[in-house]
């Protein structure tokens, strides 16, 4: 059964997200179903979407996962795509209803949180000539996701390219840089550890 939700420009991410996961009965909903829910608002809810399991302690390979699929995302970004393109056998993988909602119950308490501070400032970095350069940073984030070592390393990468996700939605630059910010320290992070071990092997070889 297909996930129909009707949004409205003025929706705030908290208020999409709800209708999101009360949009089916179905048992699991596909990557698929949710690209087409999400409209015109696809590129910066699929990164909240694709942040937010990483916000919290998970194991292998939800990272793995998250960093390929967002580094989709962000070519697109990157490209100046209007809508969301993915190979079919991604749009086909599926997720568990109730396991969306969890996570979704769990967030939306703190994107409320942000959303009262979130307001629409410093729209350069949300306009559509900047929408490149964000993507071109979302495509670094997500390789280091690919890379980065549980809870250490993905969770500042998680809570990064969910604030973009986020500034996107409410056309806020400011909630953007701090993703950018918090980006970079997650990319610092699985950087050194990639290259301890890097090192280690080849000490060792």
């Known amino acids: 059964m297909r996930v129909s939700v009707l949004l409205e420009s003025s929706d705030r991410t908290s208020q999409i997200m709800a209708k999101l996961t009360s949009g089916s009965d179905s048992v699991r909903i596909s990557v698929g179903e949710i690209i087409t829910a999400l409209e015109d608002k696809v590129f910066a809810l699929m990164l909240v979407l694709l942040g937010l399991p990483n ?6 390979p939800i990272a793995l996962i998250s960093g390929l699929l967002t580094s989709f995302v962000a070519v ?17 993988l599926t997720i568990s209803r109730s396991g969306l909602e969890r996570t979704l119950v769990k ?9 009262q501070y979130a307001s629409p400032r410093l729209l350069f970095f949300t306009s559509r000539i ?12 997500a390789l280091a996701m690919v890379l980065a070592v549980p809870i250490i390393g993905q969770i500042p990468l998680g809570v990064a390219i969910c604030l973009i996700g986020l500034g996107l939605v409410e056309h806020d630059g400011l909630v953007i840089i701090a993703g950018l910010i918090i980006g970079a320290i997650g990319v610092v992070i699985t950087g050194s550890v990639v290259g301890t071990i890097i090192l280690g092997f080849l000490k060792f070889t």
Not at 77 to 92: A, D, E, Q
Not at 130 to 140: H, P, R, T, Y
Request: glycine share 4%; net charge positive.
């Open 55 to 60: 916000c919290l302690p998970m194991p292998p």
């Open 76 to 92: 697109q970004m990157i490209l100046g795509f209007k809508k969301s393109w993915l190979p079919k056998r991604l749009l086909n």
């Open 107 to 115: 967030a939306t308490p703190h994107i409320k949180k942000l959303e």
């Open 130 to 141: 900047a929408s490149s350069a964000v993507g071109l940073c979302v495509f670094l984030l």
